[in-house]
């Protein structure tokens, strides 16, 4: 099992979701949580698709973590 990196975004319908680590897997949905499962199965499907063509799958990100500025 591997835990990928999401950035999860509101957006004016909802919430949008990207992989950093997997280019081009992406979900959107009108609650966070639908846009979670949706991205679960995102990613499923985009690392089966890579390992059907062959492709190397990325490792996941190690490492992410927020920094807080004053602005």
Request: glycine residues 6%.
């Amino acid at each position: 099992m591997s835990k990928y990196t999401v950035f999860f975004e509101k957006t004016s319908a909802g919430y949008s979701a990207h992989v950093p680590d997997l280019p081009g897997c992406v979900a959107a949905a009108a609650t966070l949580e639908e846009t979670r499962q949706l991205m679960r199965e995102a990613i499923e499907f985009h690392i089966e698709g890579m390992l059907m063509n062959g492709e190397v799958v990325p490792p996941p990100t190690p490492h992410v973590e927020q920094i807080e500025v004053a602005v």
